[in-house]
């Protein structure tokens, strides 16, 4: 899922989703008509991310990135990025659309230079564990990576140098953010109970006053508002919306049925606050026709329930303008 100002068409606003029916469709923000549907024939879309100039949109798959122009009715991809032996988890961009950043199963975060005639990465990470998520700093030179084994890796894009924090060994990060001025970086991670952790001596990062068990799945940071927001939805079909000046619940947004004979209407997978800060979207499977793929705390045998562990950042870091 991703939300943007921008133009697909005429419409100022880029309402974007895909999920593992291989199409990525566009909506009508305002009125929740879907206008455009394009098929994603190579596999599932693990993540989304329009580029920053809004030109084009991001699908991320399995093995491969697709780049969809946004301007036009072209149903094909206009630039493929291949290469990458497993799925791709996270994509996102440099402020200033000049690479690009992905992160997957095949325990790599990669560098693509966007302005290339090379498709290929030209930079990467590796890890000692399938990858989960990825952002990137504020300051646009350093890379957030998280990885199924319990690691947060911060990536210095400029020296190449790997610091680590590690709240729960073996507990996997399924979700990371830094909020837009980097006081805060939020992680999800999929245990039940307080982490204790530890941290590289050389880490910037550190515990905030306290382990918060909040949410579970995703996690979105709203960009403009103050005091700052922070938004989690989970298996619970709830979404919620925190106070990050005081880490308390702001409200509670829900998909549950007031029906007691109504089964599950299901996971709550994903949010995302919109452009202009207004309004936050989220996202849900349809009702199943078939069997779908297991969610990976499902697979796994985890418990469903999952801690946000909010970690204040003790140094911005310097600005590096490109890898």
């Given at each position: ?66 780049m969809y122009d946004l301007n036009s009715n072209n149903p094909n991809p206009i630039i493929s990025y291949d ?89 996997s990060i399924t979700s990371a953010h830094i909020d837009p001025d980097a006081s805060y970086m939020a992680a ?73 004979g109504e089964s599950s209407r299901g996971w709550m997978w994903g949010c995302a606050f919109s452009g202009d ?47």
């Amino acid at each position: 899922m991703n939300t943007s100002p921008g133009t697909v068409g005429s419409d100022p606003v880029i309402l974007a989703t895909a999920g593992y029916d291989h199409t990525v469709r566009f909506w009508q923000a305002h009125s929740g008509i879907c206008t455009r549907t394009v098929q994603h024939q190579d596999s599932q879309v693990n993540a989304l991310e329009i580029t920053p100039d809004r030109s084009m949109i991001a699908a991320a798959g399995y093995q491969h990135i697709r780049m969809y122009d946004l301007n036009s009715n072209n149903p094909n991809p206009i630039i493929s990025y291949d290469g990458v032996n497993k799925n791709i988890a996270s994509v996102g961009f440099h402020e200033d659309g000049r690479w690009m950043y992905t992160g997957g199963e095949d325990c790599t975060a990669r560098i693509w230079d966007l302005r290339s005639r090379n498709l290929q990465c030209q930079r990467i990470f590796q890890v000692n564990a399938p990858i989960n998520c990825v952002c990137l700093h504020p300051n646009q030179a350093e890379l957030i990576v998280g990885d199924q084994s319990g690691a947060i890796h911060i990536w210095d894009l400029k020296t190449d140098h790997n610091e680590q924090l590690i709240p729960e060994p073996e507990v996997s990060i399924t979700s990371a953010h830094i909020d837009p001025d980097a006081s805060y970086m939020a992680a999800v991670n999929s245990t039940v109970s307080p982490c204790g952790g530890c941290r590289s001596a050389r880490s910037p990062l550190a515990p905030a006053d306290g382990l918060i068990p909040l949410g579970w799945e995703a996690i979105a940071r709203h960009p403009t508002l103050a005091p700052r927001l922070l938004a989690t939805c989970s298996a619970d079909q709830t979404c919620k919306i925190w106070r990050t000046s005081n880490f308390s619940l702001m409200t509670e947004l829900s998909i549950r049925s007031g029906n007691p004979g109504e089964s599950s209407r299901g996971w709550m997978w994903g949010c995302a606050f919109s452009g202009d800060s207004q309004y936050i979207v989220t996202g849900k499977p349809s009702p199943p026709t078939s069997p779908t793929p297991a969610h990976p705390a499902q697979a796994s045998g985890a418990s469903l329930p999952r801690l946000l562990l909010l970690l204040r950042l003790r140094r911005p870091g310097p600005a590096w303008p490109a890898p």
